[in-house]
């Protein structure tokens, strides 16, 4: 992983020589004549000329005219609005002057929230902005590291009116026109040179974007038009180039260097993913079926990772992220779903969330310590092997259970969700994959012991947390060595209390009077209802650069999924294969499988009609959900990697009537 750590400044005065420049007279009068007088080493005055790229996270608020019906963005923290929280990316030049004003341009791009589910009030129509792009112009005057600007330019963004179908009954879009729409904007700032080569602002942007009338008669609704007035607030990370894109032969003291510090780090990832399949036996289909017609979609996401110590073993970690397009499918179609960047609520535009903010407090206990390396979400430094650890926030359940050197990362391994995590374990999670909570781990050298106390979503395949249920997960890990090969086995049981329905209680209410929808019946019957399961998870060394894996999970089956996926009993496994063996150190191929199943009720709900998270076909033909997958990735540079992937799926959505499926892919993955 290229290393690009944000390094932060603590300066050191000058000392004035005082008593040899200005003392008094008397003393000046006893110097020696001939003693040499050494000037004193002037500070390095920071020079803000030179290319910059960066990113920016912040909250803004907008009316987009009379009776357009906004719907509300998320602004977590912060109250909803029309834009919620925003995030994006900018870049520019700096051109700083002998007095020291700066003359600049900047081109930015910045997106809104999701949509606020709870806030919601199905009209209509309902309008959203989709995001603001800019250039403009930047005027600043320079002292020393800190520049305080102005900014002015041209302006666009792109806003799109949602038309529903029988509000507020069901609200569910049948159509979304949308537009360009041009304006200017004007602003103000500060920026700091913080320390090597990043530089941190504040900003307030003003955007005034034109009118753009909706011609919505075809819908037999009135004409809307929509006029955005938006109010931004920023707070922005810049990495400065200097002018050495200019002049790449200018030496490394071409510009000042400030001083750097181990306490805070910046990394990012961006990943694009494009996933297909062709036509496939299909004689039937249903609401969450995988079209038999063959399908291309794509997803892509871009993530920040901002760490910094507070105090002696004190962190904070910030992971603002934006994710653009959909699963195959709109994320539907197979348990073990094929794609494991797909959140479950995808969108034509990229949106901002902040899918992780916690804080860590590491209690050593003595005795030997370990190195720990820069990386996203890990200050570089030294630690106790024998500590305890406290994480509180908003993150990922795998971020610390079910890890897996060899299958946890889509980003970089296997894709299929039944390969990367224990396909039973119906982790508590939002849409995108995250929750709050509260986190501890006691580490000892050979062993772990771990567990989780977190949100559950309000209700199944919920973007809405809640305390009032909850869940719980504890892990146990041991580490060890066969034939001197390092390897780890971790255990985990977990639970959860959620608003669901159960499968034998609506199978037997349907039963009664057949006229009625499964589903609806399901949704009538829902109250707070348990899960619980376990699962173990090996990965072991066999020689050098070659490893294997191998999962198996199980949950009670009783009750509907809440979070992950429709898998009951899973068994997964596979082995990885570093490219040394060909030359290629770098690279990586895998090969993995898996077979996913369900409980009796569950395949009987679904046979009856029944819809789950991902999947449901209308009736089934029930047999188990086989996978394979086989990927090759290709590191192209040090930190961009491409990645070709084959994920073979037999009885897909556990339905022997349809399929198989052939699904291909490719990745491509950049990271700093």
């Given at each position: ?51 910059y790229v960066g990113g920016h996270f912040g909250y803004g608020g907008a009316s987009l005219g009379s009776g357009t019906n906004p719907l509300p963005l998320q602004g977590v923290l912060f109250p909803h609005s029309t834009t ?282 003595g005795g030997e310590q370990e190195n720990v390396t820069d990386g996203p979400n890990q200050l570089p430094g030294k630690r106790d092997i024998d500590r305890v650890t406290l994480v509180v926030g908003r993150f990922a359940i ?134 619980y399961g376990f699962y173990a998870n090996l990965e072991q060394q066999v020689l050098k650069d070659v490893g294997m894996f191998a999962r198996v999970s199980w949950n009670d089956g009783r009750n509907e999924i809440l979070s ?109």
């Open positions: 992983m290229r290393d690009a750590k944000c390094r932060a400044r603590s300066s050191t005065p000058l000392i004035c020589l005082g008593l040899l420049g200005f003392g008094t007279p008397a003393l000046a009068a006893d110097l020696p004549t001939s003693l040499p007088v050494k000037a004193p080493a002037l500070q390095a005055v920071y020079d803000w000329t030179g290319f919620g929280l925003i995030g994006g990316f900018e870049i520019g030049y700096n051109r700083e002057f002998t007095n020291h004003v700066v003359l600049g341009v900047e081109a930015d791009a910045s997106f809104t929230s999701p949509v606020d589910d709870p806030a919601v009030v199905p009209t209509p129509f309902n309008t959203t902005l989709d995001y603001v792009g800019t250039v403009r112009g930047r005027i600043g005057y320079a002292f020393g590291r800190w520049m305080p600007f102005v900014t002015g330019g041209f302006a666009w963004g792109h806003t799109h009116i949602n038309i529903n179908q029988d509000p507020p009954t069901t609200g569910n879009v049948i159509s979304s026109p949308g537009h360009y729409q041009p304006g200017w904007t004007a602003g103000l700032g500060l920026e700091f040179a913080v320390s090597g080569n990043w530089t941190a602002k504040l900003e307030y942007d003003y955007v005034d974007l034109a009118r753009q009338t909706y011609d919505l008669s075809g819908f037999a609704l009135p004409s809307v038009n929509v006029e955005p007035r938006i109010n931004l607030a920023k707070i922005g990370l810049n990495y400065q180039f200097g002018d050495k894109l200019l002049s790449p032969t200018a030496s490394d003291d071409a510009k000042p260097a400030l001083p750097e510090s181990n306490d805070w780090n910046v990394h990012a990832q961006t990943t694009f993913l494009a996933q297909g399949y062709p036509s496939f036996r299909s004689p039937y289909a249903g609401t969450n079926s995988l079209p038999g017609g063959g399908q291309l979609q794509n997803t892509w996401t871009t993530t920040a990772f901002l760490g910094v110590r507070l105090w002696d073993g004190g962190e904070f970690y910030f992971d603002p992220e934006l994710a653009q397009g959909f699963g195959l499918n709109g994320t539907l179609g197979l348990a073990g779903f094929p794609n494991g960047e797909a959140q479950k609520a995808g969108a034509a535009f990229p949106k901002i969330r902040p899918q992780r903010y916690y804080f860590k407090q590491t209690w050593g206990l795998g971020d610390f259970f079910d890890n897996n050197a060899y299958a946890h990362d889509p980003r970089a391994d296997f894709m299929n969700w039944a390969l990367w995590e224990s396909g039973s374990y119906d982790f508590p999670a939002d849409q995108p994959g995250y929750t709050r909570g509260a986190m501890v781990e006691l580490n000892r050298k050979d062993w772990a012991l771990r567990g989780a106390v977190v949100e559950v979503p309000a209700q199944p395949n919920s973007d809405v947390l809640t305390f009032k249920t909850g869940g719980a997960v504890v892990e146990f890990e041991e580490r060890h060595k066969i034939f001197d090969q390092p390897g780890k086995l971790r255990i985990g049981v977990f639970g959860n209390q959620g608003v669901t329905g159960n499968y034998r209680q609506a199978l037997a209410i349907e039963a009664t009077d057949p006229s009625q929808d499964i589903n609806d019946v399901m949704a009538s019957i829902r109250h707070v209802n348990p899960k992950f996926t429709d898998i009951d009993r899973s068994l997964s496994g596979g082995v990885s294969i570093k490219g040394s063996y060909w030359g290629r150190d770098n690279d990586t191929v895998g090969i993995g499988g898996a077979i996913n199943g369900l409980s009796d009720s569950h395949r009987e709900f679904l046979a009856a009609g029944g819809l789950g998270l991902l999947i449901g076909d209308g009736r089934l033909n029930y047999s188990p959900e086989q996978i394979l997958e086989a990927y090759y990735a290709y590191q192209v540079t040090k930190g961009f990697t491409v990645t070709a992937d084959y994920q073979f799926v037999n009885n897909p959505a556990y339905n022997a009537d349809r399929g198989p499926v052939s699904i291909f892919s490719c990745r491509l993955h950049g990271e700093f």
